[in-house]
């Protein structure tokens, strides 16, 4: 082992906890690695930003509510190619370097998909020498932990700082002033005004920076989280008026903001909380990122020619006006010269057609907590109005739907679409429904700004490290260039027809499932078959994501099985992983929807030896690194036109998963890639979608012509394990003007033959790892790395430091 990393690793050990290595526990020895870990990191990342400031390259900072990195220890170790070394250091101590890394907890920084690409677009900007900062909320207790209660979806605090904030490194001395509420007032003295605030609540946001390394690569990139705190921790005048509570009161209130990753909102007071997150985030952000180029340069003037501010999804669409507030009230500058400098600053990635995602706010709610940036809204509203006037004379209903305040509320993607100089989808066919459909009229207005870069994955994440066997195998075809080139993947397609390959494609696919069900035993108790098709489907709870469907046809499946329990199949374990937001009751009533059909299931030991459900609690990162390289059917089977891209697609792809899925998202793309005869797809197309609902969709109409159909729907009556879901039966059927949103019944009959003739081609192994391989061989162009590069040329305009 390099000296150094010993040295570095003894030296924790008696410094933090006064022992030896011998004396040390897991958990002390994981602790110390983290420290010594992050001095190496902080070194490198000082030396990065040096040559940054010598060089005076352009710097892009991505706002991003949520970063879902999953575990740091190996990730860090792995790119920073010192792996061997640690292993070695603690095998020396008696301790596997695997039992290391299971001391480590998921930080709880992110939900779905939006956060996970984040993490992965962090890791590709470090790998390819770009600077760039990320920035997002220090979450005590991230989103929730999932707890399965007799089915149901409980949510806990997910209490993960404890053991993991030896990654952060606190920067007191960069902590910014936020203000909310009160009143805002112009004084105007020699032809300036100054904006005077007047009871207002100011908030402290205190930054804790955490390095996300490269592979390799000199560079280091900063992940800067903003924790709340009050500016008055505590009134020590109340607290000897005995007033104890009163006196804390501030300082609880300001804290919440960081408590909680998305707060449930279906009450006034979460609505608030949320706005109140998202300026906290924006205005702390943008006040550092100017604060840092002004000690570069001087000046604001130059802000545009280098920095690029991305806005990822909605949530941080207040920089818009808070730019402006700064360029405004703080620096001096005329409106037209401030918002010149802001829209050419500003770049913003839509992620969702979906509506409640596509967020808008109370106007009141609005005015109370932001005034002085509803004001400036106000403003840029009113300009815009103006000038589209000019452009669509007379068309209100246009111009009305492209306003940013209306029918009293204050609209989020109209603001950002406004306020920024580049618009991109996330997948090809999304791109194209946003300048067809979403935002149809300001491509009318402004063509130029809009663009696609479709997502992307870490490949040595979710490939090189978390499926070592399989990466193995690739540097044994085609050597290891794919680690920083991607697109070499390709050459592997030239191994289909090789039988010693294709015979260790699937041992390798077996030892992962193994891999997955010893881990899934120690948590449970329960045993899978590592013989059956591992059908996976692991998304956010939501009704567009169709994991109904999914459950529909595999009540399908044990309808048949208990009607003749000797019919014969291949093994099928169907396994789900999600979360449904706390306030989301009929995500949530289809989770206890899968874990009682599950639990009925167990207790018939003929049918469960041919039919698993498995819902794995708390899903998260580190679950997917085990779960993903050991599945063979990937479901992607949201809606069609309902899904932005995906990125969990890609993931199952590289690992050898064939893709079970509608023509929605980044499945268009994929079987571009891999050709129909190595991708199983199915249902309606978006138009097809389009034009089902205004001809008017009934979803009685395939129940009444469907035996299948009306035999689950009197199963879900019935219901199992005890439990009746007739509020199910009422959505399919009966609920509100649309029943059946999403469509279930209209693509049944689709998914289900799709379903068979996957089933039917498994026992075909040989066949079948073609296809897989074919998958992994294409999945080259899905790269975080690819992605990256796009937005790099073509959006935020920088270069990799030299």
């Not at 706002?63 to 860090?76: A, D, I």
């Not at 949103?741 to 033959?753: G, I, L, R, S, V």
Request: hydrophobic fraction near 40%; aromatic fraction near 10%.
């Amino acid at each position: 082992m390099n000296k150094i990393y010993n040295d570095a690793i003894v030296s924790k050990l008696s410094r933090y906890f006064g022992i030896s290595p011998e004396e040390a526990t897991k958990e002390q020895m994981y602790k110390a690695s983290v420290l010594a870990v992050r001095d190496i990191l902080t070194t490198k990342r000082k030396e990065f930003a040096q040559k940054v400031r010598e060089q005076k390259e352009k710097r892009v900072y991505y706002l991003c509510m949520e970063f879902l990195l999953g575990r740091s220890l190996k990730v860090n170790l792995k790119n920073l190619g010192i792996e061997d070394d640690f292993r070695e250091f603690y095998e020396n101590y008696g301790m596997g370097i695997n039992e290391i890394y299971d001391m480590e907890t998921d930080a709880g920084l992110g939900n779905g998909g939006l956060g996970r690409l984040a993490a992965c677009f962090m890791d590709s900007l470090s790998s390819l020498s770009i600077p760039a900062t990320g920035f997002s909320i220090l979450y005590e207790y991230g989103m929730f932990k999932q707890k399965i209660v007799d089915g149901e979806q409980i949510e806990l605090p997910d209490i993960w700082l404890p053991n993991d904030e030896g990654w952060l490194v606190q920067r007191q001395d960069k902590a910014v002033k936020v203000r909310f509420g009160g009143h805002v007032t112009e004084e105007w003295e020699n032809g300036k005004c100054s904006i005077i605030y007047s009871d207002c609540e100011e908030v402290e946001a205190v930054p804790y920076d955490m390095m996300i390394s490269g592979a390799n690569s000199d560079a280091v990139s900063v992940l800067r989280l903003w924790r709340s705190q009050a500016t008055l921790k505590f009134d020590m005048n109340l607290f000897s008026q005995g007033k104890y509570l009163k006196a804390v009161e501030d300082s609880t209130m300001a804290s919440t903001i960081s408590k909680v990753l998305y707060p449930a909102d279906n009450h006034i007071e979460g609505k608030m909380l949320r706005l109140t997150q998202q300026y906290f985030l924006v205005s702390a952000s943008l006040q550092t990122i100017l604060q840092t180029h002004l000690s570069v340069y001087n000046t604001l003037d130059n802000l545009a020619e280098k920095v690029s501010i991305h806005i990822n999804d909605t949530h941080p669409a207040l920089a818009v006006p808070e730019l402006m507030r700064l360029l405004l009230d703080e620096n001096g500058y005329s409106w037209d010269d401030a918002w010149r400098i802001t829209v050419n600053t500003l770049t913003y990635t839509n992620h969702t057609v979906m509506p409640e995602a596509l967020e808008c706010w109370n106007l009141d709610i609005f005015k109370l907590r932001l005034p002085r940036i509803f004001s400036i809204i106000n403003e840029i509203n009113e300009r815009f109005c103006a000038q589209a006037w000019k452009k669509f004379t007379a068309d209100w209903d246009k111009i009305g739907r492209m306003s940013i305040i209306c029918d009293n509320q204050v609209r989020m993607a109209n603001l950002s679409v406004i306020g920024s100089n580049k618009i991109n989808g996330v997948s090809a066919l999304h791109s194209e429904i946003l300048k067809k459909t979403v935002f149809r009229d300001f491509y009318d207005m402004y063509p130029e700004r809009f663009t696609n870069v479709t997502n992307g994955i870490a490949h040595r994440r979710w490939l090189c490290y978390s499926n070592p066997e399989l990466a193995a195998l690739l540097t044994e075809c085609i050597g290891n260039g794919y680690y920083t080139n991607p697109e070499e993947l390709k050459r592997f397609e030239e191994f289909k027809d090789d039988r010693e390959v294709i015979k260790k494609l699937s041992q390798i696919k077996r030892n992962n499932k193994i891999r997955f069900i010893e881990d899934y035993k120690s948590k449970t108790g329960i045993e899978l078959d590592p013989d059956s098709i591992f059908d996976v489907q692991i998304k956010r709870l939501h009704e567009y994501k169709r994991q109904l469907l999914n459950v529909l046809n595999i009540i399908s499946i044990y309808i048949k099985l208990k009607e003749d329990p000797s019919i014969e199949m291949t093994p099928h374990t169907f396994i789900f992983g999600a979360k449904a937001a706390s306030g989301y009751y009929h995500a949530k009533e289809i989770i206890k929807l899968i874990n009682c059909l599950s639990a009925e299931i167990e207790k018939n030991d003929t049918i469960k030896k041919k039919l698993r459900v498995v819902f794995t609690e708390n899903y998260n990162v580190t679950t997917a690194e085990m779960l993903i390289p050991a599945s063979d059917i990937s479901e992607q089977i949201s809606l069609a036109g309902k899904e932005a891209s995906g990125t969990s697609n890609m993931k199952f792809m590289i690992n050898g998963s064939i893709t079970l899925g509608t023509l929605d998202g980044a499945n268009v793309e994929i079987r571009e890639a891999v050709g129909d005869d190595n991708i199983c797809i199915f249902g309606l197309t978006a138009q097809e979608v389009n034009d089902m609902w205004n001809r008017g969709y009934k979803s009685s109409v395939f129940y009444n012509r469907s035996e299948t159909l009306r035999k689950i729907i009197d199963a879900l009556y019935a219901g199992f394990n005890g439990e009746s879901f007739a509020s199910v039966v009422n959505y399919l059927l009966f609920d509100g003007q649309f029943p059946d949103p999403y469509m279930n019944f209209a693509d049944f009959d689709e998914y289900q033959k799709a379903q068979e003739k996957l089933v039917n081609l498994y026992p075909d192994r040989s066949e079948w790892q073609k296809k897989c391989l074919v998958n992994i061989a294409n999945a080259g162009r899905f790269a975080a790395d690819r992605a990256i590069k796009e937005y790099a040329d073509n959006i935020w305009h920088v270069r990799p430091v030299k």
